[in-house]
């Protein structure tokens, strides 16, 4: 009587859909920070932008305006009457952007009060915000809806 050394057919499916279940794992993680650091970006970014047109805005008398383009996904930071683009920036293909009460162009006035205060929603497709652009010195806040 003669035994052949080697794994049985349910033992090597076992070993492979463990493997494949480790493996599965390990990418779906990356991808959830991956995701996680790109909102994040976006978010600091804009907020200096924000940061930036409002300084820019109280130290000259020449009109600097932000014009968010929901289509063609990105928003860009132009002055006054020639309308140049000082920063052009580009918003992540799968977000959508909702403009809900808000009106374009963003501006500041002199004191750094915005002009045209209103909300958007930003849809990430995980997660939605919706961005808060009040009345008054501050710039805007985020909630998460």
Request: glycine share 6%.
């Amino acid at each position: 009587m003669s035994r052949n050394a080697g794994f049985t057919f349910i033992e090597v499916m076992f070993v492979l859909s463990i493997t494949a279940f480790l493996m599965a794992l390990g990418v779906m993680f990356p991808l959830q920070l991956l995701e996680k650091q790109e909102r994040n970006d976006f978010f600091q970014l804009f907020e200096s932008d924000l940061l930036f047109l409002q300084q820019k805005s109280m130290l000259s008398s020449e009109r600097y305006t932000l014009y968010i383009d929901p289509e063609a996904h990105k928003y860009s930071i132009r002055t006054g009457g020639t309308a140049k683009i000082l920063v052009s920036r580009k918003i992540p293909e799968s977000w959508k952007i909702e403009l809900r009460t808000l009106k374009m162009p963003i501006s500041f006035n002199l004191k750094g009060t915005i002009k045209q205060p209103g909300t958007m929603v930003i849809d990430t497709g995980r997660k939605r915000y919706k961005v808060v652009f009040p009345f008054g010195k501050g710039r805007h806040y985020y909630e998460e809806l």
